[in-house]
C-alpha cells in the first residue's frame, strides 16, 4: 500500500548528513501566514505555458521509501535531505570524494585553521528573483546554530563572522583549531535570509509551499495527501540548462512498493538515502529489461556497538569474545545476498581515505569460549548462561530498530551459543535515536552513513567519541580524534587515522558487522548519472547532466 494514497515519491542524499536534516530555504505561502513574498509562481506558470507549447512537460520520477513526515524543511529529516536539490551547501562531495565548492566557488582558510573565508559564487539567483549573498551564508550558519539542535556546535565553536561585499566572500572564525570545517559545511543548506530572518521557530514551522531555492529547481510543492514532491525550474537559475522540467519525488510506506512503482513503469529510478536499491528485488526488476544499475562500495557499514560504561561490556576480553561470536559471513548473506562482504576489525571501509587493513572479523565461537572461561566468566549453575563476577547471570539488553529483528535473532543466537543471553529490544524511531544519542543503552545493532563515517574526525569518530554522539572517553582516542581535527599535514593524518583503526581493531569498543555496496537502478531511457559517497547518485551533477537518450 503507498504511504497517504497510492502514489509515492521521495529522494534524497547527504550527506549528511545527518546528519540531521535540514538544510534548506523555503518560501512561506500565505495560506500559511507567511510573509507575503512575491513567489516565482507566474514565472514557472509562464514557463510552463511555454513548454506546453514545444509538446509535453519532460518529467523525471523518483520513488523512494524515505517518507516525508511534515511539511517542515528544516523540521524534517527528509525533506531537507531531498531539498539539496534547491538549496546548496556551501560545499560538496566530488566524484572522487574530494571536498570541493558548491555555493562557495572556494575558500581560503588561517595559518592555524581558526579562520575561514567563503567566496560565494556571483551569479546565483534565489527563485524569487533575489541574488544571493554572502549574507545568506552568515545568516544561515547562525541560525542553525541558534535554533537548530544539530547545529548546537557552530554556537559552541564559532567565535564571530564577517561579510566582504568587495569579494563576495564570508569568513567565520572559530574559538579553536578545526580542519574540517569544509566537510561540516558540505551538509548545512544554505537559506535566505529575507525570507526565514521572519520564521523564529523553524523546527516547527511548516508550509505546503512553494519554497524558495538557489539550486536549477525550487520546491513548488509538499502534498502529504499524495505523498508526493515536486520540484519546478528556477526560472532564475543562470547556469546549465537541464533537461526536465520539473522533478517529482514520490514516497512509499515500504521499500517493497517503492520497487513495485519501477517494475510497473511508474518511476524512473529509486533513491534512499545511504542505502542501496533492496538486494532482494534486483534480480526481479533486471527481468523488466529497462533497467540498468549503479553498483558502488559503500563507506557505510553495519555494526554492534557496545557502551563502554559497567561490566561487562568494560572488559575488553569480554568484547573479544562477543566479536568471535559473530557468525558474519552468514549476517553479510542473509542482509546484502552477497552485496556485501566480512569487515575488518578496524571498522573503516576500503573506500574511505586512510584506510588501513587490519586484521579480518573471525568467526570462532570455540575461542569465544575459551576467552570467557580464562576472564572468569564461567557457568557455574549449568545453566547454559555464563556468570559475571558477582555470580549473575550475564544477560544484555541489544536496542535495535523495526526491520533488524532478523539479525538481531541471530546475534541473539550466536551469543547464547557461548554462554551470554540476549534480550532484544526493538524501539520506535524517535526513541532510538534519543537513546543512541546519548548512549542510553547496552548493545545496539545499527548501521552508518557515509556523511556519519565522515563527520567529527572521520573514520566513523562522530559515531563513538563521547563528545560527539557516543560513548568513548578513552583520551587516547579522542587524543586522536584532536590530533586530525588540527592538522593539516597529509603524513600526520596517515598516522593517526592509522592508529585509530588499530584502537578499534585491538580495544573493540565497537564491532563491525559487515560491508556492503550500494546498488541503484535507474531506466535505461536516460543517461548521465554522477554518484558519490555522500549523495549517492543525488547530485547536482545528475540533475543538469541527465537527459533521455
Not at 549574507?135 to 557552530?154: A, H
Not at 535566505?192 to 538557489?214: A, F, N
Not at 593524518?493 to 565497537?510: F, K, M, N
Request: aromatic share 14%.
Amino acid at each position: 500500500m503507498r504511504w497517504t494514497t497510492s502514489r509515492v515519491f521521495c529522494i534524497a542524499a547527504l550527506s549528511l548528513l545527518f546528519l540531521g536534516g535540514i538544510y534548506l530555504l523555503m518560501l512561506p505561502s500565505e495560506s500559511e501566514g507567511s510573509s507575503g513574498i512575491e513567489t516565482p509562481a507566474a514565472e514557472a506558470d509562464a514557463e510552463a505555458d511555454a513548454n506546453s507549447s514545444e509538446g509535453p512537460e519532460k518529467v523525471l520520477k523518483i520513488a523512494t521509501p524515505n517518507v516525508i513526515k511534515s511539511e517542515s524543511l528544516i523540521g524534517d529529516y527528509y525533506l531537507g535531505i531531498f531539498a539539496h536539490l534547491s538549496n546548496f551547501p556551501l560545499m560538496q562531495m566530488s566524484e572522487d570524494g574530494k571536498i570541493v565548492g558548491r555555493l562557495a566557488d572556494h575558500y581560503e582558510v588561517s595559518e592555524d585553521h581558526r579562520e575561514w573565508t567563503f567566496y560565494i559564487l556571483d551569479d546565483l539567483y534565489w527563485s524569487d528573483g533575489v541574488k544571493v549573498t554572502p549574507e545568506d551564508v552568515q545568516f544561515s550558519m547562525l541560525y542553525y546554530g541558534e535554533k537548530n539542535p544539530s547545529g548546537r556546535w557552530i554556537n559552541e565553536t564559532l567565535e564571530s563572522s564577517s561579510v566582504s561585499e568587495a569579494d563576495n566572500s564570508v569568513t567565520f572564525k572559530f574559538n579553536k583549531p578545526y580542519t574540517r570545517i569544509d566537510l561540516e559545511f558540505a551538509t548545512y543548506m544554505i537559506i535566505p535570509r529575507h525570507v526565514w530572518e521572519k520564521i523564529d521557530k523553524p523546527m516547527e514551522y511548516s508550509s505546503k509551499g512553494p519554497y524558495v531555492g538557489c539550486g536549477p529547481y525550487y520546491i513548488e510543492s509538499v502534498d502529504l495527501n499524495t505523498a508526493r514532491l515536486i520540484f519546478r525550474k528556477n526560472p532564475y537559475w543562470k547556469g546549465k540548462n537541464c533537461a526536465f522540467d520539473k522533478v517529482e519525488v514520490d514516497w512509499y510506506a515500504s521499500e517493497d512498493a517503492a520497487c513495485l512503482a519501477l517494475e510497473k513503469g511508474e518511476a524512473d529510478t529509486y533513491y534512499k538515502y545511504a542505502s542501496s536499491y533492496p538486494y532482494a528485488n534486483i534480480e526481479r526488476l533486471e527481468k523488466t529489461g529497462d533497467f540498468n544499475f549503479v553498483e558502488k562500495d559503500s563507506t557505510g557499514m553495519c555494526y554492534l556497538g557496545i557502551t563502554l560504561n559497567e561490566a561487562p561490556r568494560s572488559d575488553l576480553q569480554f568484547r573479544e569474545a562477543l566479536a568471535y561470536a559473530i557468525n558474519y559471513e552468514e549476517l553479510m548473506q542473509l542482509d546484502t545476498l552477497g552485496y556485501g562482504s566480512v569487515p575488518n576489525r578496524g571498522l573503516v571501509p576500503p573506500g574511505m581515505e586512510y584506510y588501513k587493513p587490519t586484521e579480518k572479523c573471525i568467526y570462532d565461537p570455540e575461542k569465544a569460549r575459551e576467552i570467557l572461561k580464562k576472564a572468569g566468566y564461567e557457568d557455574r549453575n549449568g545453566n547454559g548462561i555464563v556468570e559475571n563476577k558477582n555470580g549473575k547471570d550475564i544477560l544484555l539488553e541489544l536496542m535495535i530498530l523495526p526491520g533488524y529483528e532478523r539479525d538481531a535473532e541471530l546475534l541473539q543466537e550466536y551469543f547464547r551459543a557461548v554462554g551470554i543471553d540476549i534480550e532484544i529490544e526493538n524501539v520506535d524511531q524517535n526513541t532510538y535515536m534519543d537513546r543512541k544519542d546519548t548512549s542510553r543503552y547496552e548493545l545496539v545493532f545499527s548501521r552508518t552513513t557515509p556523511w556519519g563515517m565522515l563527520m567529527h574526525s572521520g573514520l566513523g569518530t562522530g559515531y563513538f567519541d563521547s563528545r560527539r554522539y557516543g560513548y568513548i572517553e578513552d583520551p587516547e582516542f579522542t587524543g586522536l580524534c584532536d590530533q586530525i581535527l588540527n592538522t593539516t599535514d597529509s603524513e600526520t593524518l596517515r598516522s593517526c587515522s592509522y592508529s585509530l583503526q588499530d584502537y578499534y581493531a585491538e580495544e573493540l569498543p565497537v564491532i563491525p558487522v559487515y560491508w556492503k555496496k550500494v546498488v541503484t537502478p535507474y531506466n535505461k531511457r536516460f543517461e548521465g548519472w554522477h554518484y558519490n559517497n555522500l549523495d549517492g547518485i543525488y547530485t547536482l551533477e545528475t540533475f543538469l547532466d541527465l537527459h533521455e537518450v
